[in-house]
């Protein structure tokens, strides 16, 4: 059974920094696409960041320079790393495993930027 549990949501202000995981169990991680994506209310689930079983990356236009995502294949995890951070990015983020069909998603963990 594909469990996707994200961590490391929470309330900051503008120009503050987080850091998402997501832990994985149930899949081969090493050879999957990993992404971060978000919905804000009222609007569709969006991309933020996408790494590839090989380590490239991919980012929305609106967090490059900014975001950061990475993978560590040994633990399981992969990780988003926010920087200043605009209350535009509050939304909830959600963890994705991708493999050909394969599909799988988190629950999501809420990250609110307000002052």
């Known amino acids: 059974q594909v469990q996707l549990v994200e961590s490391g949501g929470g309330l900051v202000q503008p120009g503050e920094s987080l850091r998402l995981s997501c832990a994985a169990s149930?899949?081969?991680?090493?050879?999957?696409?990993m992404g971060w994506y978000r919905q804000a209310p009222g609007k569709q689930r969006e991309l933020v960041a996408s790494?590839?079983?090989?380590?490239?990356?991919n980012y929305a236009d609106s967090v490059k320079g900014r975001f950061t995502i990475s993978r560590d294949n040994a633990k399981k995890t992969v990780y988003l790393e926010m920087n200043s951070l605009k209350p535009e990015d509050t939304a909830v983020y959600y963890c994705?495993?991708?493999?050909?069909?394969?599909?799988?998603w988190g629950q999501g963990t809420q990250v609110t930027v307000s002052s």
């Open positions: 790494i590839t079983s090989s380590g490239n990356t």
């Open positions: 994705n495993a991708k493999l050909s069909l394969n599909n799988n």
């Open positions: 149930g899949i081969f991680f090493n050879i999957y696409t």
